[in-house]
């Protein structure tokens, strides 16, 4: 097990670390409301630990659990404290009225994470299908994966699978998370114009994240 960054302390943070907890890494909260993240930290226990807003994650991998108006913010702000790590992006771009996405048809949430951050800092995309709620009862779940980097994803993927969001083994890593994927998984739910592979008689990913356990689905995002 390891210890898991997480930037943000509100109800996504919370879902992720107490899980994460739960099945025996070590979760270091961070949050420009430290009382709010001690809160939390206290709620998740465990040896939750809170870490200071803008100083070098203590984690490998750090989770931006903010909304995507803030995280490109969060991550200019941490700037080179975050160089090595690997990031999560778990945002979902809706618009205002939530009838389509802030992002242009040419970008992407992570993308432009990609962007503030560090040179060299893979970022991948993950948990942004699965709600809070659904995460907290810890029970097996589908969920999407996608990145550019191999070694950023099979990190994330090791992650996922130890607190029981488990990648299938037969299919292969994605490709990438841009640079448009119709907003599911790289901004939230929407259209995908790529068809997944499912397991005969498998229930929908949708389905299956409100109401039952499955694995991971991973997609590369690519058109068909």
Not at 82 to 99: E, M, Q, R
């Amino acid at each position: 097990m390891t210890t898991i960054s997480i930037i943000g302390s509100g109800n996504m943070a919370t879902a992720i670390g107490t899980r994460a907890a739960r099945h025996g890494h070590t979760v270091e909260l961070m949050s420009r409301n430290t009382a709010k993240a001690q809160v939390v930290a206290d709620q998740i226990g465990h040896g939750a630990t809170v870490g200071a807003f803008g100083a070098m994650p203590a984690g490998d991998i750090v989770i931006v659990a903010v909304p995507y108006t803030g995280a490109v913010d969060v991550v200019t702000h941490y700037g080179d404290a975050l160089a090595g790590k690997i990031l999560v992006d778990i945002s979902n771009t809706f618009n205002a009225d939530a009838s389509g996405l802030a992002t242009t048809p040419d970008s992407s949430a992570a993308q432009e994470i990609a962007a503030a951050a560090p040179e060299g800092t893979p970022v991948v995309k993950a948990l942004n299908s699965v709600f809070g709620h659904v995460l907290a009862h810890d029970t097996p779940l589908d969920a999407f994966l996608a990145g550019d980097d191999t070694a950023a994803k099979a990190r994330v993927a090791a992650f996922l699978e130890s607190i029981d969001l488990r990648p299938p083994r037969h299919r292969r890593a994605c490709d990438g998370f841009g640079p448009r994927m119709d907003g599911h998984p790289a901004d939230g739910a929407g259209p995908q114009r790529r068809r997944l592979r499912h397991r005969p008689r498998r229930r929908s990913p949708l389905i299956t994240l409100l109401y039952g356990p499955s694995r991971v689905v991973i997609s590369d995002g690519k058109e068909d």
